[in-house]
């Protein structure tokens, strides 16, 4: 089945610890993005990136980073430097070819952090 | 002013009435268009796309898109209660290859 896969769904960690998302996707999509959703909230984005070994800050970038590896796979990690890690963090991927431009989102994970 | 920007609802609909949701966007040059529909708890799951002024149908959304006023709707025909969600418009501008996205509309649809 072609998807977006993130894991874990949650994930509980301590405050000053780094924790690290995955986000993996065999749709052989160029782009993929990281959105942060607070409750009632609508989506703000975090990081993205076009191409293996680039990426671009979003809106939010602070307190977070990400790498581009393989082009199947976009991790992001939530450092201790961020003040208000618990959200729920959508990742998404993107075709760059024309007429096939529509984005699609993974499961999700919902992050705690006490 | 925002720059995609939606009534945040809710939105209360009879079952088999029709729901209007709108969704107007700030960057004239914007060429794709987007819906999302995401449940509680869940991850946004795209529903209708539209990259043409006109009118686009998919079973019973329509979306319509207006690109000299600058908005686009979406239209669901005979709403069901599962149709209860929060619906996403999402704009892609005319410069870079992400998505913008308005603030939501909460739909409830009442047996």
């Known amino acids: 089945d072609g998807g977006i896969t993130q894991s874990p769904k949650y994930l509980f960690r301590k405050e000053g610890q780094n924790v690290t998302l995955s986000c993996e996707q065999n749709?052989?999509?160029?782009?993929m993005y990281w959105y942060r959703q607070d409750p009632g909230q609508g989506l703000r984005l975090i990081y993205y990136?076009?191409?293996?070994?680039?990426?671009q800050k979003g809106d939010i970038a602070e307190g977070y980073s990400v790498s581009r590896e393989k082009k199947e796979s976009f991790p992001l990690t939530v450092t201790s430097a961020q003040k208000n890690p618990t959200a729920f963090y959508l990742c998404?991927?993107?075709?760059?070819?024309?007429?096939?431009?529509?984005?699609?989102f993974g499961p999700g994970t919902r992050l705690t952090v006490t | 002013q925002k720059e995609v920007e939606q009534n945040s609802g809710p939105l209360s609909v009879p079952e088999g009435a029709i729901a209007s949701l709108n969704c107007t966007y700030s960057d004239r040059g914007s060429q794709s268009f987007f819906w999302y529909r995401q449940y509680s708890g869940k991850s946004p799951e795209l529903i209708m796309f539209?990259?043409?002024?006109g009118d686009k149908e998919d079973g019973r959304f329509t979306a319509q898109l207006n690109k000299a006023s600058q908005y686009v709707s979406l239209l669901i025909r005979d709403s069901q209660p599962s149709d209860s969600a929060t619906y996403l418009c999402a704009v892609n501008k005319a410069a870079g290859n992400k998505l913008t996205f308005g603030g939501g509309t909460r739909v409830l649809v009442k047996p």
């Open positions: 998404a991927s993107r075709s760059k070819e024309r007429g096939a431009r529509e984005q699609y």
């Open positions: 539209i990259y043409s002024n």
């Open positions: 749709l052989n999509h160029d782009a």
């Open positions: 990136s076009q191409i293996v070994n680039d990426f």
